[in-house]
T-cell receptor
């Protein structure tokens, strides 16, 4: 059974204070690891898909990296508008569905 | 990317009634997924809906409670039947797009409150 654990559950940062969110996973044959941003009352917004260990992807202040056991979402010099819940999910060989972690709620104070 | 529209965006329903949620995609997709997000929690897959066949349900979810239709490659519905307050959640439709890899997109969700 695929499992995803995200840490920390909540993270408070000052504006400009860089940090990283962790996503640890176990999966039967990784087909993809997904990162999403979710704002309150809205559906998840797709950020990245990573496919193999060593892969990195960037989008504005966000950078996602992947190893065989975990993924990190690095946030560089965050702004208050980066405040949201960040979700990690994996897709394994068992099927096309995604298995989600519990999410990290990020709060960036001005 | 795929644009997904869900209706309604929110509803308040009486216990014992049923609500049908619609999901419309702006392009043809093979697989559509329905997820539930209970208050303060992450997403849990309810079922996978393929056009032309019955939906495949995950453990803990049954067709009598969550019937799904998939009449064509751009549309699906999820019905929450005989609702109870425990069904109060956000229900999300998702599709998988394969442009240059695999990306999975979500609708904005339907916030259901059962009273």
């Amino acid at each position: 059974e695929d499992q995803v654990t995200q840490s920390p559950e909540a993270l408070r940062l000052q504006e400009g204070e860089s940090s990283s969110l962790n996503c640890s996973y176990t999966v039967s044959g990784l087909r993809g690891l997904f990162w999403y941003r979710q704002d309150p009352g809205k559906g998840p917004e797709f950020l990245f898909t990573l496919y193999s260990a060593g892969e990195e992807k960037e989008k504005e202040r966000l950078k996602a990296t992947l190893t065989k056991k975990e993924s990190f979402l690095h946030i560089t010099a965050p702004k208050p508008e980066d405040s949201a819940t960040y979700l990690c999910a994996v897709q394994g060989n068992a099927g096309n569905m995604l298995t989600f972690g519990g999410g990290t709620r990020l709060m960036v104070k001005p | 990317s795929a644009v997904i529209s869900q209706k309604p965006s929110r509803d308040i329903c009486q216990r014992g009634t049923s609500l049908t949620i619609q999901c419309q995609v702006d392009s043809q997709v093979t697989m559509m997924f329905w997820y539930r997000q209970q208050p303060g929690q992450s997403l849990t897959l309810i079922a996978t809906a393929n056009q032309g066949s019955e939906a495949t349900y995950e453990s803990g979810f049954v067709i009598d409670k969550f019937p799904i239709s998939r009449p064509n490659l751009t549309f699906s519905t999820l019905t929450v039947s005989n609702m109870s307050p425990e069904d109060s959640s956000i229900y999300l439709c998702s599709v998988e797009a394969r442009d240059s890899g695999t990306e999975a997109f979500f609708g904005q969700g339907t916030r259901l409150t059962v009273v």
